[in-house]
């Protein structure tokens, strides 16, 4: 079974400093990944997902991911965090239902973003 | 702005009552899916219709009840719910529901069962 592990529950940044929210994987086989946003009383937005195309993804609003084989990591980056980014970050792994061929996402447990002033 | 649409926002229902959740989503997707989130949990799958197919979580209880009309459309029947059901349901579609395929949210429903 594949799985995720998210870093850190919650992460706190200055406005303006670099934002690294931290994901692990486990597979088998090579995965997909995913990192999606929601903001306070909303649903899942998608910021970026691997696709195996390329090992650095560019998401929205400034985001990107690394996706690193040989540390089995896909961490979230941002160059300078903006007041807006606060917000509770999920790293998901694609795998297939149990039982069944349909698709399904298995998340990480979330990091609250915190920025401060 | 996301493309699957949820009514109602937010739901209040005793746990003698029969409500439903709706969903529509105009992408062409032949996907559809039910997830529950708990406050400050991620979500977990209850259902998901792929090309009419569902496929359940067998650890969903059976007053929840999912409905796809079509393959824009899909419903989620609630009866006899407990308290403990209280959370946030998000409906989400894919394209072909395949391993893989990028998974859109709506905004989710809030129930809160009294």
């Known amino acids: 079974a594949q799985s995720v592990t998210q870093l850190g529950s919650h992460v706190s940044v200055s406005e303006g400093a670099l934002v690294l929210l931290r994901c692990n994987y486990s597979?088998?086989?090579?995965?997909?990944l995913f990192w999606y946003v929601q903001y306070p009383n909303q649903g899942l937005q998608l910021l970026l997902k691997?696709?195996?195309?390329?090992?650095l993804v560019k998401g929205i609003n400034g985001f990107e991911a690394e996706f690193k084989k040989s540390e089995t990591s896909f961490h979230l980056t941002k160059p300078s965090a903006h007041m807006s980014d606060a917000a509770e970050y999920f790293c998901a792994v694609s795998d297939r239902v149990r039982g069944g061929s349909q698709g399904n996402l298995i998340f990480g447990k979330g990091t609250k973003l915190s920025v401060k002033p | 702005d996301t493309e699957v649409t949820q009514t109602p926002k937010h739901l209040v229902m005793g746990m003698t009552n029969k409500k439903s959740l709706k969903c529509e989503q105009h992408m062409g997707h032949r996907a559809m899916y039910w997830y529950k989130q708990k406050a400050k949990k991620p979500p977990e799958l209850m259902f998901v219709y792929s090309y009419e197919k569902l496929s359940i979580n067998e650890s969903v209880p059976s007053r929840f009840s999912p409905e796809c009309p079509n393959s824009s459309l899909l419903n989620l029947h609630l009866h006899a719910l407990q308290p403990e059901d209280s959370a946030l349901y998000l409906c989400?579609?894919?394209?072909?529901?395949?391993?893989?395929?990028?998974?859109?949210f709506g905004e989710g429903s809030w129930l809160t069962v009294v």
């Open positions: 989400a579609s894919s394209q072909g529901g395949q391993k893989g395929n990028t998974i859109y």
């Open positions: 597979s088998s086989v090579p995965p997909y």
């Open positions: 691997y696709t195996s195309a390329a090992t």
